[in-house]
């Protein structure tokens, strides 16, 4: 079985600030993806940034970028020069190659403080 | 291609009554996934398809619940006596295939069902 936990119901951080998004997962197995997912309100799901298992280098992607460590099953989001539109849901998601699904933590609701 | 539909948006039911939701996945997608999404969780697996064949579902859906996926394509969602603890957002979501950086998901809008 695989887990994917969130411990942040809630974040806010002021707007132009940093704010770090955490997540730890859990998987037997060592092949896998890790993703952050955003939900705005009422609009579909985007993907924000992914991460191959077995790549060393952190992601980044403009604004966002992970700090992913393997050993500790860590994989937190830091959002940096936050936005009004960076307010959402966000979701931390595992795909496991071996049932090939993704699992979901419970998300965490990101508030911009304008 | 205007990415992942899904039909319709909402749909209120009454106790009892049967509902089936469809998703056009994006055109040459292989893999078709559903989620069930209720208030202030993650999204649960539900099953998926490898282009028509159905690999696997979830232990959350129960007999009453039926999917398909005919020619590959478009697939639907069906649930048969409908009860209020199936209240929830329905989310499709679709692929390109198996392995390497095919695994990202592009998902639908979903579908609010109430069950009244």
């Known amino acids: 079985a695989q887990t994917v936990t969130q411990s942040q119901p809630e974040m806010s951080v002021q707007e132009a600030e940093t704010v770090t998004l955490s997540c730890t997962y859990d998987t037997s197995e060592s092949d896998y993806y890790l993703f952050w997912y955003k939900q705005p309100p009422s609009r579909q799901m985007i993907l924000v940034i992914r991460q191959e298992a077995y790549k060393q280098q952190n992601a980044t992607e403009n604004r966002f970028s992970v700090n992913f460590q393997k050993a500790a099953k860590s994989f937190s989001l830091k959002i940096s020069d936050s936005q009004l539109g960076d307010a959402a849901m966000y979701f931390c998601a595992l795909f496991n190659f071996g049932n090939e699904k993704l699992t979901f933590g419970t998300g965490t609701r990101l508030t911009i403080i304008p | 291609d205007t990415g992942v539909s899904q039909d319709p948006r909402h749909k209120i039911t009454k106790r009892g009554q049967n509902v089936t939701f469809r998703c056009d996945p994006i055109s040459e997608h292989n893999r078709l996934y559903w989620y069930r999404q209720t208030l202030g969780q993650g999204p649960e697996f539900l099953t998926y398809?490898?282009?028509?064949?159905?690999?696997?579902k979830s232990r959350l859906l129960s007999d009453r619940f039926s999917a398909e996926r005919p020619k590959g394509s478009f697939s639907t969602l069906e649930i048969q006596r409908t009860e209020q603890g199936d209240s929830a957002m329905y989310l499709c979501a679709s692929s390109p295939g198996q392995g390497g950086g095919n695994t990202e998901a592009f998902f639908g809008q979903g579908t609010r069902l109430t069950v009244v």
């Open positions: 398809f490898q282009n028509e064949a159905q690999l696997e």
